[in-house]
């Protein structure tokens, strides 16, 4: 399955689909001119295995980034024990203490095993804790690719921040050791071990998500 993404999003970087600094410089520039501000980013995990890599840095740096100009207020942590016996959420939010965001300012989801569960879990999360307004941080590829589940899926907008390339290397020179224990997870087991490649293929696709209107598959309003 990671073979098929990384053949897909190679597919669509040759051909020019995504230009990962035109289009993050362009909402970042939105965002900044018209004076918005989030209640609360999502930001989805990644796997970890002994240290953060540079997609997980980017995203966690670039949350940071936005927390202390004041764009967004709070953070969501996304992501279970997926490809390793570590929960994703969890370790983001190590690294995010680290770097000096609040405890209060932080809330975890632990139960999306695909970027698009990412996105519907932390949603109703953000339901539940009164966010109103909400944004999706990571990085251009992901953002590029999940800007029409966002369009289409939920009534309150998802206003997409991935991280700006050039912007993210000037903050990129600081690095953090954690102790993961707490991030551990008893008896885990890979989802590879647990699901079939085409059931895994369509969990990518949203076929999991326990939406409250299935017929329409959308969320309702924050």
């Not at 970087?13 to 035109?22: A, D, N, T, V």
């Not at 941080?137 to 966002?150: E, H, M, N, Y």
């Not at 954690?178 to 059931?199: D, L, M, T, Y």
């Amino acid at each position: 399955m990671q073979k098929i993404v990384l053949a897909a999003l190679l597919c669509i970087f040759l051909l020019g689909c995504i230009s990962y600094r035109k289009r993050p410089a362009r909402l970042f520039n939105e965002v900044v001119q018209n004076q918005k501000t989030f209640d609360v980013a999502i930001v989805p995990g990644i796997a970890f295995h002994d240290k953060w890599d540079s997609v997980m840095k980017g995203r966690v740096l670039w949350v940071d980034f936005l927390y202390r100009k004041g764009i967004v207020k709070n953070i969501i942590f996304s992501g279970a024990a997926v490809y390793s016996p570590y929960t994703e959420a969890k370790i983001m939010g190590l690294y995010a203490r680290q770097l000096g965001i609040p405890e209060t300012h932080i809330f975890y989801e632990t139960r999306a095993e695909h970027s698009t569960e990412n996105i519907y879990y932390s949603y109703e999360l953000a339901r539940e804790k009164g966010f109103k307004t909400i944004a999706l941080v990571t990085d251009p590829f992901q953002s590029a690719l999940t800007k029409g589940f966002t369009r289409r899926r939920f009534a309150t907008p998802i206003q997409h921040i991935p991280f700006m390339v050039d912007t993210l290397n000037k903050i990129n020179k600081v690095d953090y050791t954690i102790n993961p224990a707490a991030a551990f997870k008893p008896g885990f087991q890979s989802i590879v071990e647990r699901e079939g490649r085409i059931k895994r293929f369509f969990g990518t696709l949203g076929a999991h998500i326990p939406w409250e209107n299935k017929q329409g598959r959308k969320a309702a309003p924050l």
